[in-house]
Protein backbone atom coordinates (compact mmCIF):
# COMPACT_ATOMS: atom_id res chain seq x y z
CA UNK A 1 0.00 0.00 0.00
CA UNK A 2 2.99 2.43 0.68
CA UNK A 3 4.59 1.19 -2.32
CA UNK A 4 1.75 2.61 -4.32
CA UNK A 5 2.19 6.20 -3.70
CA UNK A 6 4.90 7.43 -6.43
CA UNK A 7 2.08 5.98 -9.20
CA UNK A 8 -0.83 7.99 -7.93
CA UNK A 9 1.13 10.95 -7.27
CA UNK A 10 2.72 11.01 -10.67
CA UNK A 11 -0.80 10.66 -12.21
CA UNK A 12 -2.55 13.58 -10.57
CA UNK A 13 0.74 15.13 -11.24
CA UNK A 14 0.09 14.73 -14.97
CA UNK A 15 -3.08 15.69 -15.20
CA UNK A 16 -2.64 19.14 -13.14
CA UNK A 17 0.02 19.36 -15.66
CA UNK A 18 -1.82 19.37 -18.74
CA UNK A 19 -4.58 21.59 -17.42
CA UNK A 20 -3.01 24.24 -15.95
CA UNK A 21 0.88 24.37 -16.93
CA UNK A 22 1.11 27.91 -16.70
CA UNK A 23 -1.59 28.92 -13.65
CA UNK A 24 0.40 29.63 -10.45
CA UNK A 25 -1.47 27.70 -8.47
CA UNK A 26 -0.54 24.45 -10.00
CA UNK A 27 3.59 25.44 -8.72
CA UNK A 28 2.22 25.61 -5.40
CA UNK A 29 0.13 22.62 -5.68
CA UNK A 30 2.99 20.58 -7.08
CA UNK A 31 5.32 22.02 -4.18
CA UNK A 32 3.18 20.46 -1.54
CA UNK A 33 2.00 17.31 -3.87
CA UNK A 34 6.12 16.93 -3.50
CA UNK A 35 6.03 17.57 0.23
CA UNK A 36 3.69 14.88 0.49
CA UNK A 37 5.60 12.31 -1.72
CA UNK A 38 8.56 12.98 0.03
CA UNK A 39 6.74 12.22 3.35
CA UNK A 40 5.17 9.09 2.21
CA UNK A 41 8.66 7.82 0.91
CA UNK A 42 10.40 8.13 4.49
CA UNK A 43 7.52 6.66 5.92
CA UNK A 44 7.58 3.71 3.69
CA UNK A 45 11.27 3.32 4.94
CA UNK A 46 10.91 3.54 8.50
CA UNK A 47 7.91 1.13 8.30
CA UNK A 48 10.48 -1.79 7.44
CA UNK A 49 11.43 -1.79 10.96
CA UNK A 50 9.84 -3.52 14.35
CA UNK A 51 11.43 -0.39 16.33
CA UNK A 52 9.38 2.01 14.29
CA UNK A 53 6.17 0.42 15.05
CA UNK A 54 7.15 -0.58 18.89
CA UNK A 55 7.66 3.40 19.08
CA UNK A 56 4.69 4.41 17.66
CA UNK A 57 2.32 2.02 19.52
CA UNK A 58 3.90 3.75 22.70
CA UNK A 59 3.69 7.17 21.43
CA UNK A 60 -0.29 6.35 20.49
CA UNK A 61 -0.47 5.22 23.78
CA UNK A 62 0.72 7.93 25.23
CA UNK A 63 -1.19 10.71 23.22
CA UNK A 64 -4.54 8.23 24.28
CA UNK A 65 -3.91 8.61 27.87
CA UNK A 66 -3.03 12.36 28.47
CA UNK A 67 -6.27 12.88 26.00
CA UNK A 68 -5.47 13.04 22.70
CA UNK A 69 -3.98 16.05 22.62
CA UNK A 70 -0.35 16.30 23.38
CA UNK A 71 0.91 14.93 19.65
CA UNK A 72 0.70 18.34 19.08
CA UNK A 73 2.69 19.55 21.06
CA UNK A 74 5.40 16.51 19.76
CA UNK A 75 5.22 17.44 16.28
CA UNK A 76 5.80 20.90 17.34
CA UNK A 77 8.89 20.00 19.34
CA UNK A 78 10.12 17.78 16.99
CA UNK A 79 9.90 19.65 14.08
CA UNK A 80 11.64 22.67 15.88
CA UNK A 81 14.80 20.35 17.23
CA UNK A 82 14.71 18.73 13.36
CA UNK A 83 15.22 22.63 12.12
CA UNK A 84 17.68 22.90 14.51
CA UNK A 85 19.77 19.96 13.88
CA UNK A 86 19.26 20.63 9.79
CA UNK A 87 20.82 24.36 10.11
CA UNK A 88 23.48 22.10 12.00
CA UNK A 89 24.47 20.06 9.27
CA UNK A 90 23.99 22.55 6.92
CA UNK A 91 26.74 24.48 8.34
CA UNK A 92 29.13 21.79 8.81
CA UNK A 93 28.58 20.83 4.87
CA UNK A 94 28.99 24.23 3.73
CA UNK A 95 25.74 24.47 2.23
CA UNK A 96 23.43 26.58 4.68
CA UNK A 97 20.44 28.61 2.88
CA UNK A 98 18.42 29.98 5.19
CA UNK A 99 15.86 30.86 2.76
CA UNK A 100 15.66 27.40 1.19
CA UNK A 101 15.45 25.79 4.97
CA UNK A 102 13.03 27.95 5.77
CA UNK A 103 11.14 27.35 2.60
CA UNK A 104 11.67 24.13 3.60
CA UNK A 105 10.18 24.01 6.79
CA UNK A 106 7.24 25.99 5.79
CA UNK A 107 6.07 23.67 3.20
CA UNK A 108 6.71 20.76 5.54
CA UNK A 109 4.70 22.44 8.84
CA UNK A 110 1.64 23.49 6.49
CA UNK A 111 1.71 19.67 5.18
CA UNK A 112 1.67 18.65 8.82
CA UNK A 113 -0.91 21.49 9.87
CA UNK A 114 -3.40 20.91 6.86
CA UNK A 115 -3.31 16.88 7.85
CA UNK A 116 -4.07 18.00 11.63
CA UNK A 117 -6.52 19.89 11.04
CA UNK A 118 -8.59 17.68 8.67
CA UNK A 119 -8.07 14.20 11.20
CA UNK A 120 -8.64 16.24 14.39
CA UNK A 121 -12.29 17.61 12.53
CA UNK A 122 -12.94 13.90 11.51
CA UNK A 123 -12.54 12.98 14.99
CA UNK A 124 -14.61 15.70 16.58
CA UNK A 125 -17.42 14.77 14.04
CA UNK A 126 -17.16 10.84 15.06
CA UNK A 127 -17.45 11.84 18.60
CA UNK A 128 -20.26 14.06 18.25
CA UNK A 129 -22.32 11.72 16.93
CA UNK A 130 -20.93 8.38 18.51
CA UNK A 131 -20.14 7.42 22.14
CA UNK A 132 -16.81 7.04 20.75
CA UNK A 133 -14.23 9.14 22.92
CA UNK A 134 -10.66 8.51 21.42
CA UNK A 135 -9.18 10.72 18.65
CA UNK A 136 -8.11 7.52 16.87
CA UNK A 137 -7.48 9.04 13.32
CA UNK A 138 -5.58 12.20 14.10
CA UNK A 139 -3.40 9.87 17.14
CA UNK A 140 -2.20 7.85 14.12
CA UNK A 141 -1.16 10.64 11.54
CA UNK A 142 0.33 12.68 14.61
CA UNK A 143 2.44 9.84 15.19
CA UNK A 144 3.20 9.18 11.50
CA UNK A 145 4.98 12.47 11.42
CA UNK A 146 6.73 12.29 15.01
CA UNK A 147 8.29 9.36 13.58
CA UNK A 148 9.47 10.80 10.20
CA UNK A 149 10.48 13.82 12.17
CA UNK A 150 12.28 12.18 14.93
CA UNK A 151 13.93 9.66 11.84
CA UNK A 152 15.16 13.50 10.54
CA UNK A 153 16.56 14.17 13.69
CA UNK A 154 18.50 11.75 14.18
CA UNK A 155 20.02 11.18 11.32
CA UNK A 156 21.34 15.04 11.20
CA UNK A 157 22.49 14.07 14.70
CA UNK A 158 24.38 11.31 13.33
CA UNK A 159 26.07 13.40 10.77
CA UNK A 160 27.15 15.49 13.36
CA UNK A 161 28.42 13.12 16.23
CA UNK A 162 29.10 10.41 14.51
CA UNK A 163 30.71 8.14 17.08
CA UNK A 164 28.03 8.22 19.45
CA UNK A 165 27.13 4.42 20.35
CA UNK A 166 23.10 4.56 20.70
CA UNK A 167 23.11 6.67 17.36
CA UNK A 168 25.27 3.77 15.94
CA UNK A 169 22.74 1.49 17.08
CA UNK A 170 19.99 3.01 14.92
CA UNK A 171 21.89 3.30 12.14
CA UNK A 172 20.16 0.80 9.71
CA UNK A 173 16.71 2.70 10.32
CA UNK A 174 18.57 5.93 10.03
CA UNK A 175 20.83 4.98 7.09
CA UNK A 176 18.64 6.10 3.81
CA UNK A 177 17.91 9.59 5.94
CA UNK A 178 21.71 10.28 6.24
CA UNK A 179 22.39 9.32 1.97
CA UNK A 180 19.30 11.59 1.74
CA UNK A 181 21.10 14.21 3.59
CA UNK A 182 24.51 13.75 2.55
CA UNK A 183 23.58 13.22 -1.01
CA UNK A 184 25.24 9.65 -1.04
CA UNK A 185 24.54 6.36 -1.98
CA UNK A 186 23.04 4.36 0.95
CA UNK A 187 26.23 1.79 0.45
CA UNK A 188 28.48 4.52 1.24
CA UNK A 189 26.83 5.94 4.46
CA UNK A 190 28.59 3.49 6.71
CA UNK A 191 32.27 4.53 5.52
CA UNK A 192 31.54 8.02 5.22
CA UNK A 193 30.34 8.15 8.86
CA UNK A 194 34.05 6.34 9.48
CA UNK A 195 35.85 8.82 7.44
CA UNK A 196 33.95 11.14 9.57
CA UNK A 197 35.12 9.56 13.08
CA UNK A 198 38.85 9.38 12.10
CA UNK A 199 38.77 12.97 11.38
CA UNK A 200 37.28 14.20 14.82
CA UNK A 201 39.53 11.62 16.61
CA UNK A 202 43.13 13.02 14.66
CA UNK A 203 41.64 16.61 15.44
CA UNK A 204 42.05 15.33 19.05
CA UNK A 205 45.45 13.77 18.62
CA UNK A 206 48.18 16.00 19.99
CA UNK A 207 50.69 17.42 17.59
CA UNK A 208 54.24 18.60 18.25
CA UNK A 209 55.67 21.50 16.86
CA UNK A 210 56.33 20.11 13.57
CA UNK A 211 52.61 19.31 12.73
CA UNK A 212 53.10 15.66 13.36
CA UNK A 213 50.80 13.52 15.85
CA UNK A 214 52.33 12.31 19.06
CA UNK A 215 51.71 9.61 21.24
CA UNK A 216 50.07 10.64 24.91
CA UNK A 217 52.59 9.14 27.75
CA UNK A 218 51.13 6.63 29.71
Known amino acids: MLVARSAFLDSFAMKVTYNQTDNILYAIAMTYLYTVQHIWDKLAEIAKYPISWIAGFFLF ?17 ASF ?9 SRRQGTFTRSDLMRQTVEKVTVY ?31 VIVLVETVSFLASLLILYPSNAFLRLLMKVLKSEIAAKLHVDETEVSSILDSMVKKQHS ?16
Open 81 to 89: IDLGCGIAV
Open 113 to 143: GLAMIIFLSLDKYIMDRTDFTLALSSGLVGV
Open 203 to 218: KKQPRNNKGQFTKKNG
Open 61 to 77: LMNAVTGGTIIIYVIIL
